[in-house]
């Protein structure tokens, strides 16, 4: 396939899902009212949903998954990630942790900024020693972790079962994640294996930077003005 159309391809893709990941992490009433009303499965449900529709912690991990060589990695890269997040998730909610929400998703965003650059070797290119992966993916963890406490803490959770419910929240958000990651993972895998994948994998990391970009713009535009 042409340069030319994967880049135009990525950037349709681009174009039609970005309204959609700046709306990713709405917060529903239909939501609460199954909380309200469904046990410890709804809150496994309810964070199940929320990470297959939290574009920007998926963009973050597509970027991490484009670096790796084999399943192992894969494994190991994820699983540290998920370490992270598990321990600000629970804790942050445990301990009721209060951050702004739109500075902790304008700093989601930057992750996201943050791997399109480092993939297209931005920092070799500027003469800076690249971080260490595997710590900065268990960093960035921690931090998509408190975007995931934030959220869960708009919902009215009352206080029978509360660690059950974060608990089980935490698992939807794993399962959520799992189910996610399963179809970007082979998309990449299987386009490794053709000749279009240097461009597949220059144009997405553009992209990558460009959808963080706007995403930290827009949390940084909703926390200036108070939305």
Do not use: C
């Not at 399943?71 to 942050?92: C, E, N, Q, V, Y």
């Not at 943050?114 to 960093?139: C, I, R, T």
Request: net charge neutral.
């Amino acid at each position: 396939m042409p340069i030319k159309a994967i880049r135009t391809k990525t950037f349709i893709l681009t174009t039609l899902f970005f309204p959609t990941l700046l709306m990713a992490h709405d917060v529903s009433s239909s939501d609460q009212l199954l909380l309200d009303n469904g046990g410890l499965w709804s809150y496994i449900w309810v964070g199940a949903k929320h990470m297959v529709t939290g574009y920007d912690h998926l963009l973050f991990l597509a970027g991490v998954i484009f670096f790796l060589k084999g399943f192992r990695d894969i494994i190991k890269f994820i699983t540290i990630f998920t370490l992270g997040h598990s321990i600000t998730l629970l804790g942050g909610t445990y301990l009721g942790i209060q951050v702004n929400e739109y500075l902790i998703d304008a700093i989601i965003a930057l992750s996201v900024l943050y791997k399109g650059f480092e993939n297209l070797e931005g920092f070799n290119k500027l003469g800076v020693k690249v971080p260490n992966l595997l710590f900065m993916v268990f960093l960035f963890g921690l931090i998509h972790g408190l975007g995931l406490s934030t959220r869960l803490q708009t919902f009215d959770m009352g206080q029978d079962q509360f660690l059950l419910k974060i608990i089980s929240f935490n698992v939807g958000v794993e399962l959520g994640q799992i189910v996610a990651l399963i179809p970007i993972i082979l998309l990449i895998n299987i386009w490794k294996g053709k000749s279009s994948y240097e461009a597949f994998y220059k144009a997405s990391n553009v992209y990558l930077i460009i959808a963080g970009f706007g995403l930290f713009a827009y949390q940084m535009y909703g926390y200036f003005n108070g939305h």
